[in-house]
């Protein structure tokens, strides 16, 4: 037997009750995994963190951004150091690829 969908999204509402859901788990990452098993090891600031305080541009840092304004979304990569915290450089792009992050 076949039911539209909207009818008993309607007679729900009438009655006051709710659908339950079966929420999917995620499918596990192998990357992720990879890096959970490595720990300290998979963190290459980790070691030298410390030992000791960096010198300034000796460990830096980055990370993807998405930025939404009228136009649409843009993603925005600056390098950071780590011991300044000084931007050393930055890109903007319409995509998180790989010419991205060899512009910064």
Do not use: C
Not at 38 to 52: D, H, I, Q, T, V
Not at 63 to 92: C, E, N, S
Request: overall charge positive; hydrophobic content about 45%.
């Amino acid at each position: 037997m076949v039911v539209n969908g909207k009818r008993v999204r309607r007679l729900l509402h009438t009655f006051e009750l709710s659908l339950t859901r079966k929420v999917r788990k995620p499918k596990p990452n192998p990357l992720l995994e990879t890096v959970v098993l490595a720990k300290e090891r998979a963190n290459l600031a980790f070691g030298l963190l410390s030992e000791r305080e960096p010198a300034a541009f000796e460990v830096l840092t980055t990370d993807f951004t998405q930025l939404v304004d009228g136009g649409g979304k843009v993603w925005f990569l600056p390098i950071l150091d780590h011991r300044t915290r000084m931007v050393i450089g930055y890109a903007i792009s319409f995509s998180p690829d790989v010419r991205t992050a060899l512009q910064a």
